[in-house]
Each structure stands twice: as C-alpha cells, then as structure tokens.
C-alpha cells in the first residue's frame, strides 16, 4: 500500500479545496437545506398559511417524494443525452422555485397544491443526476472518490442547517416564509450550478 507522503496530502488538499470543490460544496448544502427544509416542514406550512387538510398536506409531500424519485430517473435519462447540465439544473431550480413561490403566495385548492408539489419534486429530482455529472466531469479521474465524499459533506451541513432555518420562521408565525425561502435557496441555487467551475487541477 502506498504511503501518504507530504505531497500526496498537499495534492489531495489541494482538489478538495479547488475552486470547482468549493462551488459543488456549496451546491449540495443548498439542495441539502432546500430539501430538509421542504420534507420536514411542508406539512405545517400548509395546515397553518392555507387552512389545508392534513390529510391533503401530507398526501403534497408524499407526491413530493415519489415525483422527486420518479425525477431522478428522468433527469438521469436527460444527464445522458446532454452536455449542459449546468443548464439542466438551473431550469430545474427556476421551476422549483415559482411553484414554491404559488403555493405561499396564493390560496390554492388543496388538490392544486399536492400537483403543484408533485411537479416541484419531479423538477428537484432532475437535479441529482446534473449535479453529480457536473462533479464527475471537474474532477480528475484517479479523485472521484475524494471528491464525492468532501462535497457529499455539504448535504450534511445542510440538512444540520434546515430544522434550525425553517424552525425559526415557522415560531415566528411566518408559514409562508417556508415558500418563500425555498423559493430563494433556490434562485441561489442558480449561481452554485452556472457558475463556471473549470476543471480540478491535477497537480
């Protein structure tokens, strides 16, 4: 087994903090924080802004889930037939985020609400594939590993980040602000999959 030298450690240091890493890092805490904050506390949000059944808020983000799964599947039929995955995620972003702004802006019919957060899962599930291609294409081959596992962190630094954010608005008696901050991590979103990354150094 080979040693790990002080160049081998100043070279894995050196992708892992990269330029290209740090974006990916900050894309998988936001779709992280995104998500934590849309499956953990949907639910109230509704029941408490639209007077909304349980029953059909819980049944928005069951269709949630199951789309987002469904997603993953179609984005991963697009990742492979495109090269622009920067543009995939973006528009999947920018779909996600105007249904998040409808349903806490407007007040919908509970049957509008569980499509307009099956569509929204749909779009965020497309996103996975994208991102992780944008990944696999940054990164020098012998260092996926290294590079999946540090931005992988990110999805833990956002999901540890979603209750204490959402929480808080929602003790502040602010439902709608759910929405409105899915909306915006969204956008932000935008940014962490546009921005040009280059690809990791190899040296």
């Not at 990269?18 to 109230?44: E, N």
């Amino acid at each position: 087994m080979p040693s790990l030298g002080p160049e081998t450690l100043r070279g894995n240091i050196g992708i892992l903090l990269s330029k290209p890493m740090l974006i990916f890092l900050a894309f998988y805490s936001m779709t992280s924080l995104a998500s934590g904050g849309l499956q953990a506390f949907t639910v109230v949000a509704l029941v408490s802004l639209h007077d909304t059944p349980l029953a059909a808020a819980s049944g928005a983000l069951t269709g949630y889930l199951f789309a987002s799964a469904l997603g993953v599947l179609l984005g991963g039929v697009i990742a492979d037939r495109t090269t622009r995955h920067d543009i995939q995620a973006a528009l999947a972003f920018i779909a996600g985020a105007l249904i998040m702004l409808v349903v806490g802006g407007v007040s919908l019919h509970f049957t509008v609400i569980v499509f307009a957060l099956t569509l929204a899962g749909l779009t965020q599930g497309m996103i996975r594939p994208a991102r992780d291609m944008m990944v696999r294409a940054a990164v020098p081959k012998g260092a996926i590993g290294r590079a999946f596992g540090f931005v992988s962190a990110g999805a833990s630094v956002g999901g540890a980040l979603s209750p204490v954010l959402f929480g808080w608005v929602i003790d502040l008696g602010k439902p709608e602000w759910v929405f409105y901050l899915l909306a915006i991590i969204m956008v932000l979103s935008i940014g962490t999959a546009m921005v040009p990354k280059g690809t990791v150094n190899r040296d």
